[in-house]
């Protein structure tokens, strides 16, 4: 069992991290030399107006004290309002509207690498050196060898080209509209009452035109996910067949499994029984490091489909000079990352309980 | 006279130093493996062909020159049904109508170089943080790692994107954000490797003898390291090739025009996506997939040459 008094360290030890990654954020605004006031008014307004926006923004006040400012408004998530993009708007808002999209790429993603490279690693070691393990292992250099923005154009010109199965980009059919409120008419004789709501949805296609009980719109958007998530899953299936397999070879030559098989265990329930939990461990670790390759992907391929994500949020974002939004995007990855890293640090005590110690 | 004695002596001890490698068990391993000899070889071949490009093509004509009224834009290769003359049009031919065989061999040039500074200036500045902060210990070690933790707390690609914010974009500026991404794993692994150098009891008897730091630093302990630094290092170098292009296929590497993969890549993408012209895309992205396959074969090589447990696993 993973102590309450581990999770409390593991979750101390990431303040004086996090208080860093605050520190680089707010140093991506004030390393940049850009004039913020500047950016926001444009280039022909008077030397008046921007004076007055750099007063509005705080920007005369000492370095320390907007320093102090930002970090109050980071705990709360506040990164102030975007300067082009969504002119005006919260930057908490841009962020809240695409990063479901972007976390529903690389769930997706995550899952094709961990349904298909954990058997295939497996397989791979059980069988070494037949010629599943040797296609297996060179599939799996070649696979960590391609770059997405490759295969991605690649994939994209053989089925949403040459087969024509799969759309090209986007993440639904343009024909669909998806009617995101509920309404109820009452009629009262005279009078219609209609009470209208928008509903509740996550954000992310395949789960709304569920809820929305949309099976039409449901398939166009598996479809249109399709392609996006095999890139960005197919690299990281490659990364998790490669670690399952050397895991499970050095699990396979410990004496608790030969001594498991000596006391009449037939060998499939000894590999998954005993095998599988221990060789689980490493790969755990990788599936957390490659967490945040797999965020860098989603930035490559959510360019490449033209999905729009927090990856291309945050490339339209530093063309723009919209610091803010780069501010806040560049923070919800690192956040994003060092939780599913602290997922993994918690898991992987779970399975090892030595670590905790 | 004696100098040329202790110059002799030097040569043979050099030689002895190269003979001794040769026949180490690292260097016998890692040539009795057939897939690190592979990457060995696309590895030398992707040199030629960038030097081969270095020398004879005119990176000027390459960046914008059209090639002559008769080619027209994005033709497909001259196997492929291209125009004549097919042996100009290998890989056929872009938007700005340049031939993309050419500077598809160009942009292993600028792969090579910018992959190689990448690594090179983070190999070494890893290398001196690590060594330095187990060496030191304490606060130093503390000041260091801590700073290396908070950049490791950020998605690789996406840390070298916050740093092209502030630096802007260009090749030079990605390959120092890109060195700021890669240094942290290096002082990482050296730090590692230097915490076990340093219990043995060689640097004790070292220090007893009155050497200071810098000697214990650069000459007991660095060599010591340099195992695990070379795997490291072959290993990133397929990665920084992969960011440095990514870098460029988003905008903020190479410049537009330049022969570099990242932004041919980027340039399929806009130009040749939609009217399925594979070749814009296919060409620059396989030489840059095989350069990458070739680092990652050697650099597994070598880690299982190195590590003896991958050994037995292996037999």
Do not use: C
């Not at chain 1, 928008?198 to 395949?206: A, F, I, N, S």
Request: proline share 4%.
């Amino acid at each position: 069992m993973v102590s309450k008094r581990f999770v409390l360290k593991r979750l101390l030890l990431l303040v004086p991290v996090l208080f860093g990654v605050a520190t680089f954020v707010f140093a991506i605004l004030h390393l940049s030399g850009g004039d913020p006031a500047r950016i926001i008014v444009g280039q022909r307004a008077s030397e008046e107006t921007v004076r007055q926006v750099r007063q509005e923004l705080g920007l005369n006040d000492p370095i320390l004290v907007q320093y102090g400012r930002f970090l109050v408004d980071v705990i709360q998530f506040d990164f102030g309002d975007s300067y082009q993009i969504s002119k005006g708007n919260p930057v908490r808002e841009v962020i809240a509207t695409r990063l479901p999209v972007t976390l529903e790429l690389a769930l997706y993603g995550q899952a094709i690498g961990l349904l298909l490279g954990i058997p295939l690693g497996i397989l791979s070691a059980v069988k070494q050196d037949s010629v599943l393990d040797h296609v297996t292992r060179i599939g799996a250099l070649g696979g960590i060898s391609v770059p997405i923005y490759w295969s991605g154009p690649i994939l994209i010109l053989l089925f949403a080209g040459y087969f024509d199965v799969f759309p090209a980009a986007g993440r639904i059919g343009s024909t669909i509209f998806l009617d995101k409120q509920w309404t109820l008419a009452f009629d009262l004789g005279q009078y219609t009452l209609t009470i209208a709501e928008d509903l509740p949805l996550t954000g992310m296609v395949t789960v709304d035109t569920l809820l929305l009980g949309r099976m039409d719109a449901f398939v166009s958007a598996v479809m249109h996910l399709f392609l996006p998530a095999v890139t960005i899953g197919v690299y990281s299936m490659a990364l998790i067949s490669r670690m399952m397999r050397s895991s499970m070879l050095e699990v396979i030559r410990q004496d608790y499994m030969r001594t498991a098989r000596a006391k009449g265990q037939g060998a499939k329930i000894t590999i998954m029984k005993h095998g599988f939990r221990n060789a689980m461990i490493p790969v755990i670790t990788v599936v957390g490091i490659q967490f945040g390759t797999l965020l860098g992907g989603a930035v490559l391929t959510e360019t490449v489909f033209g999905i729009g994500g927090i990856g291309t949020l945050i490339v339209s974002a530093i063309n723009a000079t919209d610091y803010p939004v780069v501010q806040g995007a560049v923070l919800t990855f690192a956040l994003l990352f060092t939780l599913v890293n602290l997922g993994v640090d918690i898991t992987y005590s779970y399975l090892d309980p030595r670590i905790q110690q | 006279m004696s100098t040329d004695t202790s110059n002799v002596g030097a040569d043979r001890e050099g030689r002895g130093r190269i003979e001794r490698l040769l026949n180490s068990p690292f260097i016998s391993d890692l040539l009795s493996n057939r897939l690190a000899l592979i990457g060995i070889a696309i590895i030398l071949s992707m040199l030629l062909v960038a030097i081969y490009a270095r020398v004879f093509y005119d990176f000027g004509a390459l960046q914008s020159s059209r090639l002559g009224g008769s080619i027209p834009d994005r033709a497909a290769p001259g196997w492929a049904g291209g125009p004549a003359p097919a042996n100009e049009m290998l890989f056929g031919t872009d938007q700005a109508a340049r031939d993309i065989y050419k500077r598809t061999m160009y942009g292993a040039w600028i792969a090579m170089k910018f992959g190689t500074i990448t690594v090179g200036v983070s190999t070494v500045l890893g290398v001196t943080l690590g060594i330095i902060a187990a060496y030191y210990g304490d606060v130093t070690d503390n000041v260091i790692m801590r700073t290396m933790d908070v950049l490791l707390a950020f998605p690789s690609l996406l840390l070298a994107l916050a740093l092209v914010a502030i630096f802007g974009a260009g090749l030079w500026k990605a390959v120092i954000a890109l060195t700021l991404v890669y240094t942290p794993r290096f002082a990482r692994v050296v730090r590692g490797a230097a915490l076990k150098v340093l219990e043995d009891e060689y640097i004790d008897a070292t220090e007893a003898l009155g050497a200071k730091d810098p000697r214990i630093l650069f000459r007991h302990i660095m060599p010591n390291t340099l195992a695990p630094i070379t795997v490291q290092s072959t290993l990133n170098f397929g990665l920084a090739i992969i960011d440095i292009a990514a870098l460029s296929f988003l905008g903020f590497g190479a410049p537009a025009g330049s022969p570099s993969w990242g932004k041919m890549l980027a340039n399929g993408v806009q130009f040749g996506l939609q009217s399925g012209r594979w070749w814009m895309s296919f060409f620059p992205g396989l030489f840059l997939a095989l350069t990458v396959l070739g680092f990652n074969l050697l650099g597994d090589g070598m880690r299982d040459a190195l590590d003896p447990r991958m050994q037995d696993a292996m037999d």
